[in-house]
């Protein structure tokens, strides 16, 4: 598959590690970090030690996996390792991991020492088609997602499919739904190509293809003050769903089983608000529906979920503001959204 060249790092696809053992090599680090987790230190980064097995001058920080590791806390033991470990501003972080490790890693690394060099290699499907594209690094705070965080780019994204022969078909799920709303915002021709595949493990060139989507609209508007936004699609609803379930649920919720009862929501909101048919709410409904478990949303949740949805950081003027679709392959951007709107719109995926 081509390499994807985005703003100004590339993106790549083929004989991903190996690109990444010449990136380190030419680039003349005094010292590389590659940042894992539980999961990704036992499944992805025994083959990244193998290519390196004539480097020396490497270390590994290895966190725990999970949406719980992506706080101050997990960050502040980063900074600290890399100080024990004489890192310098000459030092390369390697987030080797899902979304969590890519935020993480590159949040540690865009503040440690005003901003070492940092490279992501996406292990998580999610990671691959969305988190690790498009420069936005962050950390949560008393399960407010992503509320710290910097707009900074990696100096280069190294996908290796087969990384994926090891995910959970739950994670393949989660990523799954970034590449729904792909198609959804921007291309119906990406969408239909979804709808007719084995989604139980989406192919490679549905990955590539999935990529160049989130490249070519971060590339337009690196800081979200325009089209980036289209990306927030089923996001508004979905972060308070995913913050409600990871506070409440035992086993929470995946983000991309979050954003997928986010799109129905925001869906049904487009059908109202900004002139989607019924007949492509219905479509959408469907192969969501046909894709995702059932989520149980108590009417009881619904004030809490709103007053998450206020605290979203997309808001402005104390507004819950959200991307709708006009048509599948469409958006709208910036509608603000009523409580009872909002409700409306749980109430209604509450009782499909
Ligand atoms: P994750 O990083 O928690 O990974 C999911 C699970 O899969 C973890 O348990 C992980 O250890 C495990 N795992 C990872 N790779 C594996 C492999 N190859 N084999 C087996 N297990 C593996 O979650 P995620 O879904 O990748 O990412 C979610 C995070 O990404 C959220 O925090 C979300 O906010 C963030 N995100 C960021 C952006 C962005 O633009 N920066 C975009 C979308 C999502
Ligand atoms: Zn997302």
């Known amino acids: 598959m081509k390499t994807i060249q985005s703003d100004n790092y590339p993106i790549f696809f083929d004989n991903s590690i190996t690109e990444l053992v010449n990136f380190v090599k030419q680039g003349n680090y005094s010292r590389s970090f590659i940042l894992t987790d539980e999961n990704t230190g036992v499944h992805c980064l025994p083959a990244l030690k193998e290519q390196f097995a004539d480097m020396d001058n490497f270390d590994i920080i290895e966190i725990n996996a999970g949406e719980e590791s992506k706080d101050i806390d997990f960050c502040i033991g980063i900074w600290k390792m890399l100080i024990d470990f004489g890192a310098d501003r000459k030092s390369l972080m390697i987030n080797l991991g899902g979304g969590v490790i890519s935020d993480m890693g590159g949040f540690a690394a865009s503040t440690f020492k005003r901003g070492i060099d940092?490279?992501?290699?996406?292990?998580?499907?999610?990671?691959?088609?969305?988190?690790?594209?498009?420069?936005?690094?962050?950390i949560d705070i008393d399960s407010i997602k992503n509320i710290i965080g910097t707009f900074t780019q990696p100096k280069a994204v190294f996908i290796a499919y087969d990384f994926l022969n090891t995910l959970p078909a739950r994670q393949i799920l989660s990523g799954l739904a970034e590449m729904l709303k792909h198609g959804l915002i921007v291309d119906k021709a990406y969408w239909e190509a979804l709808k007719s595949s084995d989604l139980s493990k989406p192919?490679?060139?549905?990955?590539?293809?999935?990529?160049?989507?989130?490249?070519k609209v971060v590339i337009e508007d690196p800081t979200e003050k325009g089209i980036r936004k289209a990306l927030n699609f089923g996001h508004t609803v979905g972060?308070?769903?995913?913050?409600?379930s990871l506070i409440n649920d035992k086993t929470p919720l995946?983000?991309?089983?979050?954003?997928?009862?986010?799109?129905?929501?925001?869906?049904?909101?487009?059908?109202k608000k900004t002139g989607l048919s019924s007949a492509e709410l219905e479509e959408i409904v469907k192969v969501i529906?046909?894709?995702?478990p059932k989520y149980n949303i108590k009417e009881s949740s619904h004030k809490a979920l709103c007053a998450l949805m206020l605290k979203d950081k997309k808001n402005q003027n104390g507004k819950i503001n959200c991307t709708l679709l006009t048509r599948i392959g469409q958006c709208n951007l910036d509608n603000i959204c009523t409580d009872a709107e909002l409700c409306d719109s749980l109430s209604y995926y509450a009782n499909l």
């Open 239 to 244: 972060h308070a769903v995913e913050t409600n």
């Open 289 to 292: 529906s046909d894709l995702y």
């Open 203 to 215: 192919s490679v060139e549905l990955v590539h293809w999935s990529v160049e989507i989130k490249n």
């Open 118 to 138: 940092f490279v992501h290699v996406p292990t998580t499907l999610l990671s691959q088609v969305d988190a690790s594209v498009g420069g936005k690094t962050g």
């Open 254 to 271: 995946t983000h991309g089983e979050a954003i997928a009862i986010g799109m129905i929501c925001e869906a049904y909101l487009s059908h």
